[in-house]
């Protein structure tokens, strides 16, 4: 418990940063209207490859041993894909509203 108090007090000013942040994101997102969100999720699922791309450097830079390190690698890798492919379906679906019918 000392260790978490200590913890705070020297990062007091990343935990304002934090938590302001979360804070102006949730107001910036509730803001959106229902019409653009579909179109800034998916572009925003794609950008998500970056976590992807973090996963596979960690993995490769983590030791044979750390079965953690390893594991929680993976387990970004895995739910990073399903992210970044959700994105594309879901723009993919998308854009064939927007197509003309025969």
């Known amino acids: ?7 705070i007090g020297e990062n007091l000013q990343l935990i ?10 949730i107001e910036v997102i509730g803001k959106v209207p229902s019409a653009l969100h ?3 999720m998916s572009g925003a699922n ?5 976590v ?12 044979p041993d750390n079965y953690a390190a390893l594991f929680i690698g993976f387990l970004a890798v895995i739910l990073g894909t ?7 379906v879901v723009t993919d679906r998308m854009l064939e509203m927007f197509k003309k019918k025969k």
Do not use: C, K, R, W
């Open 1 to 7: 418990m000392e260790n978490i108090l200590i913890f």
């Open 16 to 25: 304002y940063v934090l938590i302001l942040s979360i804070i102006v994101g």
């Open 38 to 40: 579909t179109p800034l």
């Open 46 to 50: 794609a950008i998500h490859g970056v």
């Open 52 to 63: 992807i791309i973090g996963a596979i450097i960690v993995m490769g830079q983590a030791s």
């Open 82 to 88: 399903l992210n970044v492919v959700g994105g594309f």
